[in-house]
């Protein structure tokens, strides 16, 4: 199977893993910890949407989400109170927002791209890092909602 058609195969998988994850969670028990100093359901579901930056990034697809930087992990900075908190709804809805339009611009690149060196803050990454983000980022809330929310 040529490297494209691996990624998006993981791209879709992550996308139904994300929505199959959260489904009857609701506003409350999104904001559970599984323990002390580990982020809550709705802050690593809030990451995972940021985490899609880089994807929409190859991808030519602006992300025009204003909660967004509250999940920024990379600036020193983080904003204060003064930007609105999303609901996890608005999460959820946000994931799904961009999934179409992240999935078409993925498939439109060449293949080269796919080998090529993405710039972030911190450091150059591979398009498979992002992609291992996203499966460890959604096993934790898996993690979270298993021991917190009765299973699944």
């Known amino acids: 199977m040529p490297a494209k058609n691996q990624l998006l195969v993981q791209f879709d998988l992550h996308y139904t893993l994300f929505n199959n ?10 904001d559970i910890r599984l323990a ?3 982020n809550n359901i709705k802050w690593l579901a809030g990451h995972l949407v940021w985490g899609q930056g880089a994807l929409a990034r190859m991808g030519s697809v602006p992300m025009n989400i204003e909660w ?6 990379q600036i020193a900075n983080p904003p204060g109170p003064e930007l609105r908190a ?5 999460i959820k809805a946000g994931w799904n927002k961009l999934n179409d339009p992240i999935r078409k611009g993925l498939e439109a690149l060449p293949d080269e791209v796919l080998n090529t060196p993405l710039n972030s803050l911190c450091r150059p990454f591979g398009l498979w890092k992002v992609c291992g983000h996203l499966s460890t980022t959604t096993r934790l809330i898996l ?9 699944y």
Do not use: K
């Not at 993690?143 to 299973?151: D, K, N, P, T």
């Open 36 to 38: 002390p100093g580990i």
């Open 68 to 73: 967004l930087a509250h999940y920024d992990t």
């Open 143 to 151: 993690s979270a909602r298993s021991v917190s929310c009765g299973g």
């Open 86 to 90: 999303p609901s996890l709804e608005e």
């Open 21 to 30: 994850v959260l489904v009857d969670i609701n506003e409350e028990e999104s």
